[in-house]
């Protein structure tokens, strides 16, 4: 490069430094001298003064499910049961190794010993959530819990106080939020639940700048104080289409900043009729459409997404039961066979051929079928019967063949018993 180039490359840049430093005079009135260090020191952030050795590992309030100190949303359909579950996640962290109702919840082991938790709800009266409370934990394990859980019931406090509004065209945290900010700071709190979002947006949650401020205070809220802080929300009404994580994720309602700008996220929606027939027949039990819901994380700046956990509604309390371990205990017996059982089937096939009433290898052929037969005295999964039927016919251990007595009508004829 040529000298008087580079001469005139210095010179824009001293220009440029002037004009900057008298743009922040002009901004702060003092010279950058006067005003000491400089907000962002990049030089603080080197490597090798802040990133040095093995980083800290995730601290956990629930194991694999919830990081501590992490700001999220619970998303999920009216009458689901968010806020009871909600509930009961504060009863779980205030209790810690007094074990109230076990450590298995939203999908995980909850981590860690007593805490405050403080569960704040505009949409249930104190008397509702006096219910709520004696359904989940038995008055004499009330003590355990008496000094740690805090129930705010915004209907019985004065009424219902926005933490955020929008003055002038501007959004802004109003005072009712930096007072509840000082009292969760001066508690100590682990976790905090607000319930539901809608009810302390006095601004429109679908502008992203109202989730953007919202996300940003409550953010500042959990590294002051270290603590978990919840938020609830609706998700859309067509839950006809939420069939998986990626689609309960785009379900959420409102903007789609209000998921970018927490750090997790956690959806509830219904088990759909297939599966919820499924689950049903595995466990014996006649399912109604919000008796069995699927859960998930949904977005997580720590570790992405999870896999679905299953929750059963208690047909006492309401409260969804986690019971995933079980339920896929129960449909992994009802996909598969035992040796003596396919043995069994084999001979059944074997007699009825000779006997002149043969299997039937179509799924039409009703309980004649073979994959019926199995489904009924196996107590085994229909889906489950068809993969099995289709690995012995590769093999060649079934056939389907006319049947000498049976003419036009193909039927099953079993020849080398399988093994498992």
């Given amino acids: 490069m040529a000298d008087d180039t580079i001469l005139e490359w210095e010179e824009h840049l001293q220009r440029l430094r002037e004009k900057g430093k008298q743009d922040r005079k002009r901004q702060y009135g003092m010279d950058d001298e006067e005003r000491g260090p400089a907000l962002i020191d990049l030089d603080r952030w080197k490597v090798k003064e802040r990133f040095q050795g093995k980083a800290e590992p995730i601290e956990w309030l629930i194991k694999d499910v919830l990081p501590r100190k992490t700001v999220g949303l619970i998303a999920s359909m009216g009458g689901i049961g968010k806020s009871m579950l909600c509930l009961d996640l504060c009863i779980r962290v205030a209790a810690g190794r007094s074990n109230i109702g076990g450590t298995n919840v939203l999908g995980g082991e909850l981590v860690g010993t007593g805490s405050k938790a403080v569960f704040i709800t505009a949409e249930d009266s104190q008397n509702?959530?006096?219910r709520r409370l004696n359904s989940i934990v038995h008055l004499s394990e009330i003590s355990k819990i008496e000094d740690n859980l805090i129930l705010l019931p915004m209907s019985d406090a004065g009424g219902t106080r926005p933490f955020l509004i929008n003055r002038s065209g501007e959004y802004q945290m109003t005072e009712w939020w930096d007072d509840l900010c000082s009292e969760i700071e001066r508690i100590e709190c682990e976790l905090l639940v607000i319930d539901p979002l809608q009810s302390f947006i006095q601004a429109d949650i679908n502008d992203p700048a109202a989730a953007q401020c919202y996300w940003s205070a409550v953010s500042q809220l959990s590294a002051q104080c270290k603590t978990t802080v919840l938020t609830t929300h609706h998700m859309r009404k067509d839950n006809a289409?939420?069939?998986?994580?990626?689609?309960?994720?785009?379900?959420?309602?409102?903007?789609s900043a209000l998921v970018d700008g927490c750090r997790w996220s956690y959806c509830l929606f219904p088990v759909q009729n297939n599966d919820l027939k499924r689950i049903g027949k595995a466990l014996g039990e006649d399912f109604g459409p919000l008796d069995l819901v699927?859960?998930?994380v949904v977005k997580s700046n720590e570790f992405g997404m999870s896999g679905l956990s299953t929750y059963v509604r208690d047909k006492h309390t309401g409260l969804l039961l986690d019971k995933t371990d079980e339920i896929n205990r129960i449909i992994e017996s009802s996909s598969t066979l035992t040796q003596e059982q396919v043995n069994k089937?084999?001979?059944?096939a074997k007699?009825?051929?000779?006997?002149?009433?043969?299997?039937s290898g179509h799924h039409n052929g009703g309980n004649n079928y073979i994959g019926q037969y199995m489904v009924n005295h196996f107590n085994m999964d229909l889906n489950a019967a068809k993969k099995y039927l289709q690995k012995w016919l590769d093999g060649r251990n079934i056939k389907t063949v006319n049947h000498p007595s049976k003419h036009h009508q193909k039927c099953i004829r079993t020849y080398e018993i399988p093994d498992v």
């Fill in 241 to 255: 289409k939420i069939d998986g994580v990626f689609s309960a994720r785009a379900g959420i309602r409102g903007s």
């Fill in 345 to 348: 089937l084999f001979a059944v």
């Fill in 294 to 296: 699927y859960g998930a």
């Fill in 128 to 130: 509702a959530v006096h």
């Fill in 351 to 359: 007699q009825k051929y000779l006997d002149d009433e043969p299997f």
